[in-house]
């Protein structure tokens, strides 16, 4: 009987060549992910971040002493906004590794399914507050669907100007299908009588337009058109049109149980806080006094308690993202990125002024949040995001550069072989 011994086999080992490939792929791979980041990267991540805590914060102190009269725990709403905080920080820097080519992709979808979840305010789920029917209310959660709207509202509009890069000389290609679309949008948010979202959604339309490179005619027809149907919808309404003429009566301490009563504690707020403040924690007008204090009115908490030194770090704050948010815009070589960043921009700045400025009774009362620091969860979510968007956008800047300064290096020498 005879016994066969097999060889052991010898361990198979790649070509020299393919394991030289993927030790570059690797190497690559990880030096993308470990690349240093552009300053508007950090510009951009580090002021919303800033705004986040400063606004959780603010929070807590604003709901703390009525919490407390009702027997809730002095820190329940600033945890609820905490919980979001939570989730929506990752999801920023989540949405920052995304490429430019997927927020492409989801612009149709983003549009639909957030029009979509809008519409859920008209269904069971939907409920109303101060004559606005935009919240709805699923297992226990809260949330605004229109807040969602903005930043799906600004990725389609940049889709569509970028795919008519060729033909936005021609108003036609303009505004079909731009148009006819955000109005509907914006008509569904009206359709719940709510007015400050509707012109934020006006705002980001206009602004995309103009970082589009429209000519100015074309631009300013939808302009005027958007000024003309907000003056409408404000004479239509009989509540609007009563908080307007309150807005513009000098005398407002005639009417001082009714409209003017939050306008004028909201002022009263900033003045008692004077140049340094009351103290953090030290708000008087947050004991009942003010309505919206955690809401439309927490920079009149900011105010009173961290006073003319608090107010200004807060704008300083917002001057800073808004630098962040521009210089994409200046160094960016993709129109989609250009127009998209545009919109963002307006979007969180313009609501910021005007929250600003309805508190400065410098606006009358639109109920729109303070981006970052209001109380609410889906405003905040919906801010992160949006910033986790210009993060992704601010990553391309150093090949955007590069590149456009391979273009000029090339156009000088072609010059310079043209003079020999």
Known sequence: MSTTTSRPREPQTPPPERSTARGLAARVSLGKVFAPVPSEFLLISSTALMLTIFGLVMVLSATSATATATGEAPWDAAVKQLVFAVIGIPLMFVASRLPISFWKRVAWPALIGATAFQLLVFTPLGHGADGNRNWITIAGLQAQPSEFLKLALALWVAYVLF???????????????????SVLVVATVMAGSDLGTAMILVLIVLGALFFSGVKLRIFVLPAIGAAVAVAVLAVASPDRMRRFLSFLNPNCLDDYFNDCYQPLHGIWGLANGGVFGLGLGNSREKYDWLPAIANDYIFAVVG????????AVVLSLFALFAVGAFHIIRKTDDPFVRIVSGGITVWIIGQALINIGVVLRVFPVLGVPLPFMSQ?????????IASGVLLSFARTLPDAVARRQAQIDEARRRRQRATR
């Open 304 to 311: 009173e308690e961290l006073g003319l030194i608090g107010c």
């Open 163 to 181: 795919r008519k890069q060729t033909l936005l000389s021609k108003w036609q290609h303009v505004f079909i299908p731009l148009v006819p679309v």
């Open 376 to 384: 609410g969860g889906t405003s905040l979510l919906s801010v992160l």
